[in-house]
């Protein structure tokens, strides 16, 4: 298994969100976090990347216990964040954001992963010269995806890639994510689009205040628990 979450309990300061979460993610596969606002599905990657108040439990990737890796070197072991909100750097160009996705590759690396990745993105080749925020929302999030991937990481931490995007847009980046994972990295994928992220799940986990209700293969979506959640049924 190459990342493992065993009994975690995490939060901010002295309030504790995530009470006992077991995840897990195989070499080559999606998994799906879904749950209503505030289950703590984000809490969930940022106690991976070290941005959470780890209270007790274990986050082991390839065998080495997280807990101890700082923030910054975790690039370095293989693992690539991309937080909620089309983080961009909106001032610089295009071909900016992604030089900074690669700051820890030397120079020759740096621009053979840029090729790589741009024709994964072959939309972005237009546009390295633009600034960042004059393309369109659609755009922005296909950089940052693209912007995760420069490092060539083995694990891909994305939270709600599709948000604030037109559906059919939307369409697009779970085509992408899918790309992504037929390229042999890894995802763990927080959405909100229960449905959408289901239909290119290899597994998926509910959340629900904090607790993980249910998880199960991609057939989840049935279950009466994820109607009763999603649909108020
Ligand atoms: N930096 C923070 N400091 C204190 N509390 C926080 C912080 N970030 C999140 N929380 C709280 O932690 C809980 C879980 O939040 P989290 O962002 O993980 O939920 P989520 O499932 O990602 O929700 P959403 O679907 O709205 O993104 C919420 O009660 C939230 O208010
Ligand atoms: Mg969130």
Same mark, same amino acid.
């Given at each position: 298994?190459?990342?493992?979450?065993?009994?975690?309990?995490?939060?901010?300061?002295?309030?504790?969100?995530?009470?006992?979460?077991?995840i897990?993610v195989?070499?080559?596969e999606i998994v799906v976090l879904i749950g209503?606002?505030?289950?703590?599905k984000?809490?969930v990657l940022?106690?991976?990347?070290?941005?959470?108040?780890?209270?007790?439990?274990?986050?082991?990737?390839?065998?080495?216990?997280?807990?101890?890796?700082?923030?910054?070197?975790?690039?370095?072991?293989?693992?690539?964040?991309?937080?909620?909100?089309?983080?961009?750097?909106?001032? !610089?160009?295009?071909?900016?954001?992604?030089?900074?996705?690669?700051?820890?590759?030397?120079?020759?690396?740096?621009?053979?992963?840029?090729?790589?990745?741009?024709?994964?993105?072959?939309?972005?080749?237009?546009?390295?010269?633009?600034?960042?925020?004059?393309?369109?929302?659609?755009?922005?999030?296909?950089?940052?995806?693209?912007?995760?991937?420069?490092?060539?990481?083995? !694990?891909l931490l994305l939270d709600e890639p599709s !948000?604030? !995007?037109?559906?059919?847009?939307?369409?697009?980046?779970f085509?992408?994510i899918q790309?992504?994972r037929?390229?042999?990295?890894s995802v763990l994928l927080v959405e909100q689009n229960a449905k959408k992220a289901c239909e290119i799940a290899d597994r998926v986990y509910l959340l629900?205040?904090?607790?993980?209700?249910l998880s199960g293969g991609r057939d989840i979506l049935?279950?009466?628990?994820i109607?009763?959640?999603?649909?108020?049924?």
């Open positions: 298994m190459l990342l493992k979450i065993e009994n975690l309990h995490s939060g901010y300061g002295k309030f504790l969100v995530l009470r006992g979460i077991d897990g195989n070499e080559g209503p606002n505030g289950a703590g984000s809490t940022k106690s991976i990347v070290s941005m959470t108040k780890i209270q007790s439990g274990r986050i082991i990737f390839k065998g080495q216990d997280l807990l101890k890796i700082a923030t910054h070197d975790l690039i370095r072991l293989g693992i690539s964040y991309i937080p909620q909100g089309r983080i961009i750097f909106s001032n !610089l160009t295009v071909k900016e954001n992604l030089l900074m996705g690669g700051f820890i590759l030397d120079d020759d690396l740096l621009n053979s992963r840029i090729e790589i990745v741009l024709n994964i993105f072959p939309h972005l080749r237009k546009k390295l010269h633009l600034q960042a925020d004059s393309i369109s929302g659609g755009e922005q999030q296909m950089l940052a995806l693209a912007r995760g991937l420069i490092a060539d990481p083995e !694990l !948000l604030g !995007l037109a559906p059919k847009i939307q369409e697009e980046v085509v992408k790309e992504i037929d390229s042999g990295i629900e205040n904090g607790e993980e209700v049935a279950h009466p628990l109607q009763k959640v999603y649909l108020g049924g």
